[in-house]
């Protein structure tokens, strides 16, 4: 089971966007750049935080990414979810329907036990990721970022915002 | 992020060793036959359960897998990693420690945000499917189980049980 690489870049591509000053945007170029990642698969993972509504990109030539809503109202899930999508990670091939002991499909009235376990689990991890937003995040890496990878962080900031 | 369908196949084996009274075994042919799932796939993930002390597979003509501790003592967790494996579902590939506000790795003593918001949602999940045993799955199914599939299933296993 895995979550993909693109997770964690959207994760801190939104972290990034939550210390925007109001009305600014970066480009995904700026973002790949700050993030030591391939441009062109961050776009397609940048796309898709935009079809859900995450973040908007700003036409033109000083345009680029914001967050389309309050970090307070963006869930990790919401992130993982936009990048991963929002299948379960346990597909039940109802095999209790196969083999000597099987019934017509229409026998079968209750999830199978396996899949409501599974179910109950994976609920448990959406609940967590649910109640993590990304103010949340940007509250700890504010406390647990090294002082000089702030200094660095703020001198690049300076730099690409205009 | 996607579980292996080994994982249905497994826990499903295990659920059906639990009934099996003391000392019979089943051959992986027979779990496979009763399943309707492909023999040499299954072999693998019952060599995998093996492995992991989960069943015991007794030599011979009339051997076969049987569970190797008690159904209360096999969790669905065991099951799962015995099969997927043990790894995070969210890999940190560190990319703060990349662009232009990167530190020396020595200076990253805490680990990233993103991955600690991570790891708590994957040790949900963990706890969720620890406390479930394979024999709370054989109760639920048990209960729910179409009277007219225990009828089938039991003359399967008077049949192939010497």
Known sequence: MRLSEGVEWAVHCC?????LPPEATLPAARL????????????????ALSRAGIVTAEPGAKGG???????TAVSVLDVVRAVDGAEPAFRCMEIRQRGP???PTSEYR?????????ARAEAAWRDALRSETIADLV????????????????????????
């Open 15 to 19: 972290a990034i966007l939550a210390l």
């Open 32 to 47: 790949a750049e700050y993030h030591g990642v391939p441009p062109a698969y961050l776009a397609k993972h940048l796309q």
């Open 65 to 71: 990414y914001r967050l389309a809503k309050p970090a």
């Open 101 to 103: 002991a099987a019934l």
């Open 110 to 118: 209750q999830a199978c036990a396996v899949t409501k376990a599974m």
């Open 139 to 162: 509250a700890v890496v504010g406390r647990e970022t090294p002082p000089a990878a702030v200094t660095k962080a703020a001198a690049w900031f300076q730099e690409v915002l205009h």
